[in-house]
């Protein structure tokens, strides 16, 4: 068990975590979610024993050696072969025999599918490689508690879904506090939810209390923000590799993976090319379940056209709608006063299609 009680720290003067306290039980799953800077990282630091000035110390039960913490950069030692990563800690602080240490390293590294590369260098592994690498180096230290910081940041679906399979069979063994921004992966993996602002506790509950169904408006404001995509377009100079990308990565973090964001990336170009650009657009591209709903709000004055309506489409447009009609299951298109709403929803077959 891990207790916080009334926890502070500053680096300099600036206050990162205020009056943290919460108890982590044994085998419990605690997914700590926030925007970046709010002291997310600071607080797991906190919880290995790494910040000396914690007023007061983080308490917890376990020796240091029965708490281990993966680092969003892995910390892998570049100088030393997979299996060397994982044996210096047990050899040195363990003092095991070297022959028990590979031993006990290769079962680890079995667990986590990497059996047959103990001898490459952490350079020559994929970043969900390396990711599993650090994980089972952790885990040939017997540690009770498992801190992962951000552990999915910086793969793409495909090692996501390795790093998470790894994830669900620890979570039966140990007890788990991961930071991440992934809501998807904490909604499947999480008993508990913390949301953490300016350094503060907000919310802390269940994934159906805090993720589905949150009370302060900080908490739902990020939940939103993760859940979708938001891009504002002033002038038809916009920067379109920019947008091409956001719509990529937002896709991949929720595994659709394939050509998904390719489809999302074209019906978008063919919305565009059938409204104007000389006015102020706000795009907002969401997810639900298994489907990926767009919608495109369009704010000017004085025209009350409706510009995907075939009547209305030009000769040299019409390809562009046709296009997008083939794309979409949903075409939705109101005009009022001084508002255009555009709400397409894209083709589920099209979206999940490898």
């Known amino acids: ?28 799953t605690v997914c700590v979610i926030g925007p970046s800077g709010c002291g997310k990282t600071t607080l797991l630091r906190c919880m290995a024993g790494l910040e000396k000035d914690c007023q007061p110390k983080a308490k917890s039960q376990k020796p240091k050696a029965k708490i281990g913490m993966v680092f969003q950069k892995f910390n892998l030692f570049e100088n030393m072969t997979v299996l060397q990563n994982l044996t210096l800690a047990p ?90 921004h992934n809501l ?79 489809f999302v990336q074209l019906a978008v170009e063919e919305i565009l090319n059938l409204i104007p650009l000389n006015n102020k657009i706000e795009l907002v591209l969401s997810k639900n379940n298994d489907e990926v709903r767009m919608s495109l709000d369009i704010d000017f004055e004085g025209d009350n056209k409706k510009y995907l309506s075939e009547e209305n489409v030009s000769e040299e447009n019409f390809l562009s709608l046709n296009i997008l009609q083939g794309l979409c299951d949903v075409i939705e298109e109101n005009v009022e006063t001084d508002n255009h709403h555009i709400h397409i929803e894209l083709n589920q077959e099209r979206l999940l299609l490898r």
């Open 91 to 180: 050899i040195h602080v363990l003092k095991m025999k070297k022959d028990d240490a590979e031993s006990l390293a290769m079962e680890h590294l079995k667990s986590v599918g990497l059996a047959g590369k103990a001898s490459y260098m952490p350079s020559q592994l994929s970043v969900g490689q390396q990711q599993r690498v650090a994980i089972a180096r952790c885990l040939v230290m017997k540690p009770e508690v498992l801190l992962l910081d951000e552990p999915l940041s910086a793969l793409d679906p495909v090692a996501s879904g390795e790093v998470m399979e790894v994830l669900r069979k620890l979570k039966k063994e140990i007890t788990l506090v991961m930071v991440t």
């Open 1 to 28: 068990m891990i207790e916080l009680s009334h926890l502070y720290k500053s680096y300099q003067g600036k206050e990162v975590l205020h009056d943290i306290s919460l108890t982590i039980n044994e085998r419990q």
């Open 184 to 262: 998807t992966a904490a909604t499947e993996i999480a008993d508990r939810v913390i949301f953490i602002n300016e350094g503060m506790i907000c919310e802390d509950g269940t994934v159906e209390e805090v993720l589905l169904s949150p009370q302060q408006e900080a908490t739902k404001n990020f939940i939103s923000r993760q859940k979708n995509l938001f891009y504002t377009i002033n002038s038809q100079d916009f920067d379109r590799p920019e947008l091409n990308t956001r719509i990529e990565l937002y896709c991949n973090r929720f595994g659709l993976g394939g050509q998904a964001h390719r």
